[in-house]
C-alpha cells in the first residue's frame, strides 16, 4: 500500500484498527442465531432495513476485549449461498461484498446448531470458501448433549479449518470465549483453506480448475473466481463472458459423459466431505429425546387434532388481538383525548390549537392507537416461531391456500388482518417468496378489520330489520357474518388473478425445514416486539401523521365555516354526481371523504354533519337520523347495502397504505392497492344499489 | 403405491439405471419420494427437479444422491408431506416429492 494512501482508499481493503471491523453473522434459520446475536450485542442494536429492499437489517456493537471499534450485522437466515429465496439473496450479496457497494465483511461468525450440524455444515461450507475469516459458533450444545450427541469441538475444528467455540447462547456460556477467538481470528487474519469438500481426485476439480483460471482474466475481475466457475456449471449464474460460456459447456459435456450432472454434484460432493466430517468429531448416542417434538407432531399434525388444535391456536391468538388490544387501544384513546384537551386549555383558542389539538395531537394519536394490535400480534407470532409451532400452521394450511396461488405462510397474515390490516402486512415478511408476499399483503386488506366494525353495526342497527331467521339466527347478525364473507371470498379470488397474472412466475418451492418443538426464549419475543412496534412508529408512523395533518386542514378550512363548506364537504358534494348511483347523498360523501383517513372516522364525521347540518339544537343520536332517513325514504335500504358493500371493499385507510408502501418498497404496488380496492369498492356498491332497486329494496321498508 | 405397480414402474424404467452409488450393483426398485408408504425409509437417487429453484432448495436441504429419508407422514388435509432427513425434519408438498427419485432400504412398520 502507498505511505501516502488515504484512509478511504484503505477501505475495503483489509482489516486494519483504524476502522471498525464488520462482522457478519451467518447461518441457517432456526439456527439460534438471534440468541447468539443478542448475547454478543448485549441487546444494543438497531433495526432497519437495507435500503431500497424491505429486508430486515440488524447491527449492533460487538464488544471485544482489545479491539474498540466492531459492528456485529445480523444477516437474514440462509440455507445456502447459491439460493432463489429473496432474503437468502441479500445475505448472499454482503457475504460476497457485492451489497450497494458496501466491502465484504472482515469475518463471518458462521453459527451452526449442534443438534443439526450436517445440515448446518453445508452454509458453512460456503462460507468456508469466500476467504474470508470465519468463526463457528456451535449454538444450542445444551440441547445437544440432553440429546446424547457428543461433538469434539477440536476435531471439529481441525477438520473445518476454522475455529469452533460450544455456546449455550441461553446461559452465556462460552459467549467470552467466542469473543476472543473472534479478536484472534481478525488479528491474524487466518482466512482457512476453503475448498476442502472438492476433493483432488473427482473429475469436478478438473471443470473448475479450467474455468477459474480463465475467470480470473475477466476485467473487471471476479472477486472469487472458483465460486463463479462453480456457479456457472450449475447453471445458477450466467458465464460471464462468452469465451467462459463457451468452455463452460464444453466441461459440462466432458462430466455428461462421466456421469457427472454438473447441477447436483457440488451438492453432493459438499455432503459427501460433510458426513467424513461429522462422523469423524461426533458420536450421537441414539436419538431418544426427539420425543417432546414427536409427541407433540403427533398431535397437532394429526389428521382430526391437528386441525383442532390449530384452530384453536388461531382462534385463541384471533381473540386475543381483538380483545385484548381493546383495553389498551380505548387507555391511548384516553390519553391522547386528555392531552388534547390539557393543550386546549392552556393554548388560546384559534388556529394554532385546532392544529396542535385537532391536527398534531390526534394525528400522534392516530399512530399510537395501533401499537397496542401490532404488540400483540408479533407477541403471538414470536411464541409460534419460536416454538417451532409457525411451520406446522403452515404445514396444516398449505393444501387449502394453495388453491389460490398463496401458500401455507400466507395464512397467519391473514387471518390477523381480520383486526387490523397493518401487523398482517407487517407479518407477511415471515413468507420467504416475494411474489407470494406481494399477493399477501396486497389481499390482507380485503379482510374485514376492526375499524370496519364501528360502520357495518351502525348501518346494519340502522337498516337491517333484527329479525330472527330459522329460530336462532339473527338477520342481522348474517348480514354481518356475509360482509365478513365477501372480503374473505374476494380476497381469494384477487389472489387468485394476481398469481395468474402480474405475480405469475415460477412456482415458488414450499420445502420447508420444521424445526424441533422448544420453550420460546421470552427475551426474544419480547425484544422482537419493541423492535417491531419501534420500526412501524419510525417509517409508517410519519407517513399516518402527515396525512392526519392534511385531513385536518381539509376539514377545517377555509376558517369559520361549519363542515358542510369546508374542503372535504366541498369534495363531499363535488363527488355527489358519483354517488347518486349508489344512493347517496352528499352528507354521506363527507363522511366517505373523511373516512379515507381512516374508516372508523365515518361514524364520527357523519355524526358531525348530521348536527351541523340541523336547525334543532338537541342532540341527535346518528342513529335516529339514519332511522328517520331510513323511515322517510332518503336513505334507502338499497343504499345501505351499497354502502356496507363500498366499505367491504374501498381501501379507506392510509396507514395500510403507508404500512404497504414499505414492506414493498414500491409507491406503484401502493397506489394499484388503492385504486384495485376502491373501483371494486365502488364497482360493487353500484352494482349491489341497482340489483337491490331491481329486486324491490328501494323503497321504504315498513 | 401397491408392490404391482412399483414392479411395473420398475420394468420401465430399468434401461435408464445408472451407474450412480447409490444404485452400485443389481437394478432396485425405483419410485418417486411421493409413492413412498409412510413409515418407510429410503434412498435417494436422482433430484429431477423441473425448476432450478426447487432443485438448488431440494440440494441445499440435503436432499442428494445417496441421502436417506423417512417418510414422516401427511398434513392433514393430504399434502404437503413430511419427511426426516439428516436428523431433522422437512415437509414438501406432493408435486415436489414426486420430482424426488428414490429406492425403499427397509419397512420400519
Not at chain 1, 17 to 25: E, G, M
Not at chain 1, 310 to 316: G, N, P, Q, S
Not at chain 1, 606 to 616: E, H, K, M, Q, S
Amino acid at each position: 500500500m502507498l505511505p501516502h494512501s488515504s484512509d478511504s482508499l484503505v477501505r475495503g481493503v483489509k482489516f486494519s484498527p483504524t476502522r471498525p471491523a464488520r462482522i457478519a453473522l451467518a447461518g441457517n434459520p432456526n439456527s439460534g442465531k438471534t440468541s447468539v446475536f443478542n448475547a454478543l450485542t448485549g441487546l444494543r442494536y438497531k433495526v432497519a432495513n437495507y435500503p431500497g429492499v424491505t429486508v430486515e437489517k440488524k447491527e449492533g456493537k460487538l464488544a471485544l476485549p482489545n479491539i474498540s471499534h466492531a459492528t456485529l450485522i445480523d444477516l437474514p437466515g440462509s440455507y445456502s449461498l447459491d439460493t432463489y429465496a429473496f432474503d437468502e439473496q441479500i445475505a448472499t450479496s454482503v457475504l460476497l461484498g457485492e451489497f450497494r457497494g458496501e466491502s465484504a465483511p472482515d469475518l463471518i461468525v458462521a453459527v451452526v446448531d449442534s443438534t443439526n450440524l450436517e445440515r448446518n455444515l453445508f452454509f458453512t461450507s460456503q462460507l468456508l470458501d469466500l476467504g474470508i475469516p470465519v468463526v463457528i459458533a456451535l449454538s444450542m450444545t445444551d440441547l445437544a448433549e440432553s440429546q446424547g450427541i457428543s461433538i469434539r469441538t477440536e476435531i471439529l475444528s481441525r477438520l473445518l479449518g476454522a475455529p469452533v467455540v460450544a455456546i449455550c447462547a441461553k446461559v452465556k456460556k462460552g459467549i467470552e470465549s467466542l469473543r476472543s477467538e473472534i479478536e484472534n481470528s481478525l488479528e491474524s487474519h487466518s482466512t482457512g483453506v476453503g475448498f476442502r469438500w472438492l476433493s483432488a481426485a473427482h473429475a469436478l476439480v478438473t471443470s473448475v480448475d479450467r474455468l477459474a483460471d480463465l475467470a480470473t482474466l475477466l476485467s473487471p475481475p471476479v472477486r472469487h473466481p472458483k465460486i463463479h466457475a462453480l456457479s456457472i456449471l450449475s447453471g445458477s449464474q450466467v458465464a460471464r463472458s462468452s469465451e467462459l460460456k463457451v468452455i463452460c459447456e464444453e466441461e459440462i459435456e466432458r462430466l455428461r459423459v462421466l456421469d457427472v450432472d454438473a447441477a447436483t454434484i457440488e451438492a453432493t460432493l459438499r455432503y459427501q466431505w460433510i458426513g467424513k466430517v461429522v462422523r469423524q468429531s461426533t458420536s450421537a448416542a441414539s436419538a431418544a429425546s426427539r420425543s417432546l417434538t414427536q409427541r407433540l407432531d403427533a398431535v397437532l399434525t394429526h389428521r382430526v387434532f391437528g386441525l383442532m388444535a390449530f384452530a384453536a391456536i388461531m382462534a385463541l391468538m384471533f381473540q386475543s388481538i381483538f380483545v385484548g388490544a381493546s383495553l389498551p387501544m380505548e387507555w391511548i384513546d384516553m390519553a391522547v383525548a386528555w392531552i388534547g384537551a390539557s393543550a386546549a386549555e392552556m393554548l388560546p383558542e384559534g388556529q394554532f390549537r385546532s392544529l396542535v389539538v385537532d391536527g398534531m395531537i390526534a394525528g400522534v394519536g392516530s399512530v399510537l392507537i395501533f401499537i397496542p394490535q401490532i404488540a400483540i400480534l408479533f407477541f403471538f407470532i414470536g411464541l409460534l416461531e419460536d416454538s417451532g409451532y409457525l411451520a406446522r400452521a403452515a404445514y396444516v394450511t398449505d393444501r387449502v391456500m394453495r388453491k389460490f396461488g398463496l401458500q401455507g405462510r400466507s395464512f397467519v397474515p391473514l387471518l390477523s388482518s381480520f383486526a387490523c390490516a397493518i401487523p398482517g402486512i407487517l407479518s407477511a415478511r415471515t413468507i420467504p417468496t416475494l411474489s407470494d408476499r406481494f399477493t399477501t399483503i396486497m389481499v390482507a386488506p380485503l379482510m374485514s378489520c376492526s375499524a370496519r366494525l364501528p360502520v357495518y353495526s351502525l348501518l346494519i342497527a340502522a337498516f337491517i330489520p333484527a329479525y330472527v331467521v330459522g329460530g336462532i339466527f339473527s338477520l342481522q347478525g348474517l348480514v354481518m357474518l356475509g360482509l365478513y364473507l365477501l372480503g374473505v371470498v374476494t380476497a381469494m379470488l384477487v389472489a387468485s388473478v394476481l398469481k395468474l397474472t402480474v405475480l405469475r412466475g415460477e412456482p415458488a418451492p414450499f420445502v420447508m425445514e420444521m424445526p424441533l418443538f422448544r420453550r420460546p426464549s421470552l427475551r426474544v419475543v419480547v425484544r422482537n416486539v419493541l423492535d417491531r412496534v419501534l420500526l412501524f412508529v419510525q417509517s409508517a408512523g410519519t407517513i399516518i401523521l402527515a396525512c392526519s395533518l392534511v385531513m385536518w386542514f381539509l376539514a377545517s378550512y377555509p376558517r369559520d365555516v361549519n363542515i358542510e363548506q369546508s374542503y372535504a364537504g366541498r369534495i363531499g358534494h363535488a363527488i355527489e354526481p358519483a354517488l347518486a348511483p349508489l344512493g347517496l347523498g352528499w352528507e354521506v360523501g363527507i363522511g366517505i371523504v373523511a373516512s379515507f383517513a381512516a374508516r372508523e372516522v365515518f361514524v364520527s364525521s357523519l355524526a358531525t354533519v348530521y348536527n351541523l347540518g340541523d336547525d334543532d339544537t338537541a342532540p341527535t343520536s346518528l342513529l335516529h337520523v339514519l332511522n328517520a332517513q331510513h323511515a322517510s325514504g332518503e336513505f334507502t335500504l338499497a343504499a345501505a347495502l351499497a354502502l356496507l358493500v363500498f366499505y367491504v371493499y374501498a381501501c379507506m385507510c392510509m396507514s395500510t397504505l403507508a404500512v404497504t408502501r414499505r414492506e414493498t418498497g414500491s409507491w406503484s404496488w401502493t397506489i394499484f392497492m388503492f385504486v384495485y380496492m376502491t373501483a371494486l369498492g365502488y364497482g360493487a356498491a353500484l352494482l349491489t344499489y341497482q340489483g337491490a332497486l331491481y329486486f324491490g329494496l328501494g323503497g321504504n321498508v315498513g | 403405491m401397491s408392490e404391482q405397480n412399483a414392479q411395473e414402474h420398475l420394468n420401465t424404467t430399468q434401461s435408464f439405471t445408472t451407474q450412480s452409488f447409490a444404485t452400485q450393483g443389481a437394478a432396485r426398485l425405483k419410485i418417486t419420494l411421493d409413492k413412498l408408504p409412510r413409515g418407510t425409509a429410503a434412498q435417494v437417487l436422482k433430484v429431477k427437479a423441473l425448476s432450478r429453484a426447487l432443485q438448488q432448495r431440494l440440494l441445499s436441504m440435503g436432499i442428494v444422491e445417496g441421502a436417506s429419508v423417512l417418510f414422516k407422514g401427511v398434513a392433514p388435509l393430504g399434502d404437503p408431506l413430511q419427511i426426516e432427513t439428516m436428523g431433522y425434519l422437512l415437509s414438501l408438498r406432493r408435486s415436489e416429492a414426486a420430482q424426488i427419485e428414490v429406492t425403499p432400504i427397509l419397512a420400519r412398520s
